[in-house]
DNA sequence: CTAATTGCAAATACTTTGCTGGCTG
DNA sequence: CAGCCAGCAAAGTATTTGCAATTAG
């Protein structure tokens, strides 16, 4: 019954509204990277009572809170996800198709902070996305 | 007297106007990463006839037609900076001050070929932003 | 009960565009 | 001289905010 995004909201204290319960729901169940639009079509699909005006202040406070994170990939609205500290990784977006894939890889993330050391900083954040073209076409495909 | 951003785009026939001159000098002249305001602003201090718009327009044009590259570092407005084929260079913002360092590393983007491949991609772009803070504080600063 | 939150609509910030006269090639 | 280009102001997006009513703690 309680969204682990509602359970994040309720150990920083942040006042539960019912608004804020659906849309910590949506976040939560959200498997893509939905922007604004698409989480108030998804949050009004459950409770009609949300206006646009709140979700985007719903997540302002949940980003500002460190519970989700946005990215603005190719468009221009932003995009969310749940911040999950167990689970840090990257984004490739498929250029042909727009779908966003995670990834992590050690190896890299070591190389960007030997990397920001040898320019005399500490790495506090950083935003790496890769944009790429299937290697192979879509099986069923024979255009070659 | 011409810029090599006016080079750039008179290889690749684009019309040239006075505007278009002046903002591709501003461009070339630039050493930062200048958003479209800042352009505007340098580009009337050498001619007062060029409005926003075109501005707009002109970056647009030239970021199109690959002369020059935007990016989106904190803030809401898009930066620009030349394009060099033989200078591909990432970012590592400076978040105490928001100063921008270019710098490069081989073995990066080797790395990150090597991810997109395993992935199953070709890489066709990528955007890499490191956000760090400096390890020594500034002279004269005892605080440790 | 007090302070924070919401919905609505108006306001903002950034960027694009329709139109008309002007300039480039 | 045909077609692209510039300026201007109006229109678009994406996002924020003022205000009065509502609600959480």
Redesign the interface.
């Known amino acids: 019954m309680t969204s682990p995004i509602e359970q994040a909201c309720i150990d920083k204290s942040l006042k539960m509204t019912d608004q804020r319960r659906v849309i910590a729901r949506v976040l939560s169940d959200a498997e893509d990277h939905p922007d604004v639009d698409e989480v108030h079509h998804r949050a009004v699909a459950i409770d009609a009572r949300i206006s646009l005006a709140t979700v985007y202040r719903t997540l302002r406070l949940f980003e500002d809170s460190g519970i989700i994170q946005s990215h ?1 990939f190719g468009g221009p609205r932003s995009r969310y996800e749940a911040t999950d500290d167990d689970d840090h990784h990257d984004h ?1 977006i ?2 042909e198709t727009g779908q966003v ?1 995670e ?1 992590f ?1 050690e ?2 993330e070591g ?2 902070e030997k ?3 040898r ?18 076409p879509a099986p069923g495909n024979n255009k070659a």
């Open positions: 603005v490739l498929n250029v894939i990834f890889d190896e890299l190389l960007q990397i920001a050391a320019l005399g900083f500490r790495l506090v954040d950083h935003r790496l996305e890769l944009y790429g073209k299937p290697v192979k």
